[in-house]
């Protein structure tokens, strides 16, 4: 098991620290399942994984973006498809598998996926 916390920043005032919410799960599955089975409300996940949507869209932390396999192609033309504007560390949470390094993750959620 490893621990996640996932922060829903654009309800913070200005200069305001966030609280997280830290769910704690099983490696060998991605983000998006993570986040889906702990009631993560701001991951909607419509297609399930398959990647043929961004509901999934979050931002990894600048201390976690280089521990992630490189994003693919793929990957980067469907985040030009997602609602929340596209950061540097946008990622899809689908297409991060969970793995014991990542423990402690942070991610930040868009302000929407639709």
């Known amino acids: 098991m490893i621990n996640i916390t996932f922060y829903d920043?654009?309800?913070a005032n200005?200069?305001?620290r966030v609280a997280g919410t830290t769910v704690q799960v099983e490696t060998g599955q991605s983000l998006m399942t993570a986040a889906?089975?702990?009631g993560i409300d701001a991951i909607a996940a419509d297609c399930g994984g398959t990647l043929t949507c961004a509901t999934c869209h979050v931002i990894v932390r600048p201390a976690w973006a280089d521990k992630l396999p490189p994003i693919t192609e793929e990957e980067s033309n469907m985040l030009d498809?997602?609602?929340s504007p596209r950061q540097g560390n946008s990622r899809?949470?689908?297409q991060i598998e969970l793995s014991p390094e990542l423990n402690d993750m942070?991610?930040?959620l868009p302000l929407s996926q639709y």
């Open 9 to 11: 920043t654009h309800n």
């Open 81 to 83: 498809f997602a609602a």
């Open 106 to 108: 942070e991610v930040d």
């Open 14 to 16: 200005s200069g305001e």
């Open 36 to 38: 889906v089975n702990a």
């Open 92 to 94: 899809l949470s689908c």
